[in-house]
């Protein structure tokens, strides 16, 4: 499976932007898509999940009510982001999992969760 994250860019506080990921090859066995970010020396942090069976969705505390994750179809994720604040700024990864079937709410939190990593996006918000 190979992820092509894209929509990053430079936006003032408090605007929004759309992250798009796309993923391509054996999506087939894909159970759900998600998103991390990583800050310059700051550990890399889960931002959202999307299960594809049930469409449940998982949300990182810090960007609860200003993200929403969201599917068009098995092979495409997006993140819409909202009320962008200055620590918002990281490079944010797509990941899927082919891992995750019946499996809880707390397994779509961890890294390792997720085996397919996109090459990351850049979204930066001046202050």
């Known amino acids: 499976v190979q992820l092509q994250a894209s929509g990053g860019g430079l936006v003032q506080a408090g605007g929004s932007l759309r992250l798009s990921c796309a993923a391509s090859g054996r999506t087939f066995g894909i159970y759900g898509l998600g998103w991390f970010r990583q800050a310059p020396g700051k550990e890399r942090e889960f931002v959202a999940a999307?299960?594809?069976?049930?469409?449940?969705t998982y949300y990182g505390d810090s960007v609860k009510g200003r993200f929403t994750i969201s599917r068009e179809n098995t092979k495409n994720t997006y993140l819409q982001m909202n009320s962008l604040k200055p620590e918002d700024t990281a490079v944010y990864y797509c990941?899927?999992?082919?891992?995750?079937?019946?499996?809880?709410?707390?397994?779509?939190?961890?890294?390792?969760?997720?085996?397919?990593w996109g090459q990351g996006t850049q979204v930066t918000v001046s202050s």
């Open positions: 990941v899927a999992s082919g891992r995750g079937y019946n499996s809880g709410s707390s397994f779509w939190y961890a890294d390792k969760a997720y085996e397919y």
């Open positions: 999307i299960v594809w069976s049930a469409g449940s």
